[in-house]
């Protein structure tokens, strides 16, 4: 089955694997923070998965995402600097921009940046479920098997643990 396959498929691939546990251990984590780490470092194997698979407007997109992480976590609800990332994801895009399929990681980085600079908990894991469905389209218009495994997991993954809140908050509530 490998035979054919090129040392930059293969490697892209495994980048994406390696993607898929990080994502997986950053939604299964209640704690915000937990998430933005594991999230941080996950997207730094997505981006060399998508330059292996060539896919350059989803790995520029998913470089960004990194940066976006990092400037989350030290300037959450800042309206600037969402505004400079929503500017910056339809910036890195426009050039690559030939066909609908480049449309699909550019919807989840400005989806995912609003989710994470507005947005915490349960309403920021709804947000990011919705970019993870669009990260599931690109990934699978890649050919990436370990990054559509990834972001199908993380959707469900994303959904388990938004019920998991929604249940400790019921619990808490007086009733």
Known sequence: MFED???????????????LGLCILGFAS?????????????????TLQFILLGSWVAAAITALIVLRIELVRRYKGS?????????????VALPGLATWREVWPL???????????????????WLLAAAAFCWVVTNLMVGSIGGTAAELLILVT?????????????ARAPG
């Open 158 to 170: 994303n959904l388990i643990t938004i019920g998991r809140l929604m249940r400790d908050r019921s």
């Open 107 to 125: 919807a989840a980085g400005l989806i995912g940046t609003l989710a994470m600079f507005l947005l915490e908990g349960i309403a920021m894991r």
């Open 30 to 46: 209640k704690r915000d923070e937990r998430l933005f780490l594991r999230l941080l470092v996950a997207n730094i194997a997505f």
């Open 5 to 19: 396959a090129s040392w930059a498929w293969i490697t892209g691939q495994a980048c994406g694997l390696i993607a």
């Open 79 to 91: 309206w600037w600097a969402m505004s400079a990332m929503l500017v910056a994801t339809v910036a």
